[in-house]
């Protein structure tokens, strides 16, 4: 083979089934852009985590839930009311937050008894706060059907 012989390309592919070079550069570009944007939020002391828009609480309520491994759940007020006894097939989602802040208390070493806070926004958010460990979660992230399971628990009373 002589230097002004012509080698085939090593990729047995033509140009119409490849990657149009434009795209893996563009791919590229917005891989190096998200990491100077993640570099520019760590060098600033940006926050680490997004927080629902403030407004100001329409209705709450302190509620008292205990669960069953089968998913039942039981939804006492702060006076002691039952406000619902939901079979498995109903209260499957509030069984699951009851068990996450069980979790999150034993995680913390503190006792699992204890009210969580179901306040509801003029905005139309919901959130559920436990007082004891700090925790919160913004219902709206789960769903309409499943924020909705949480609203008529502070529609009852």
């Given at each position: 083979?002589?230097?002004?012989?012509?080698?085939?390309?090593?990729?047995?592919?033509?140009?119409?089934?490849?990657?149009?070079?434009?795209?893996?550069?563009?791919?590229?570009?917005?891989?190096?852009?998200?990491?100077?944007?993640?570099?520019?939020a760590r060098l600033t002391d940006?926050?680490?985590?997004?927080?629902?828009?403030?407004?100001?609480?329409?209705?709450?309520?302190?509620?008292?839930?205990?669960?069953?491994?089968?998913?039942?759940?039981?939804?006492?007020?702060?006076?002691?009311?039952?406000?619902?006894?939901?079979?498995?097939?109903?209260?499957?989602f509030i069984a699951g937050v009851?068990?996450?802040?069980?979790?999150?208390?034993?995680?913390?070493?503190?006792?699992?008894?204890?009210?969580?806070?179901?306040?509801?926004?003029?905005?139309?958010?919901?959130?559920?706060?436990?007082?004891?460990?700090?925790?919160?979660?913004?219902?709206?992230?789960?769903?309409?059907?499943?924020?909705?399971?949480?609203?008529?628990?502070?529609?009852?009373?």
């Amino acid at each position: 083979m002589t230097q002004t012989e012509i080698r085939p390309p090593r990729i047995h592919a033509d140009r119409h089934t490849m990657v149009p070079r434009i795209l893996v550069r563009a791919m590229a570009g917005m891989c190096v852009a998200a990491l100077l944007i993640v570099t520019y939020a760590r060098l600033t002391d940006r926050p680490l985590e997004a927080v629902p828009p403030v407004s100001p609480v329409k209705a709450e309520r302190l509620l008292h839930l205990s669960s069953e491994m089968s998913g039942a759940v039981t939804v006492l007020d702060e006076t002691g009311t039952l406000l619902a006894r939901l079979a498995p097939e109903q209260g499957g989602f509030i069984a699951g937050v009851h068990r996450v802040i069980l979790h999150e208390r034993g995680k913390a070493r503190l006792p699992d008894d204890g009210p969580v806070l179901l306040q509801a926004y003029e905005n139309g958010r919901m959130a559920l706060i436990d007082p004891v460990t700090g925790w919160r979660a913004d219902l709206m992230g789960f769903g309409a059907d499943n924020a909705g399971a949480f609203a008529k628990l502070l529609a009852t009373r």
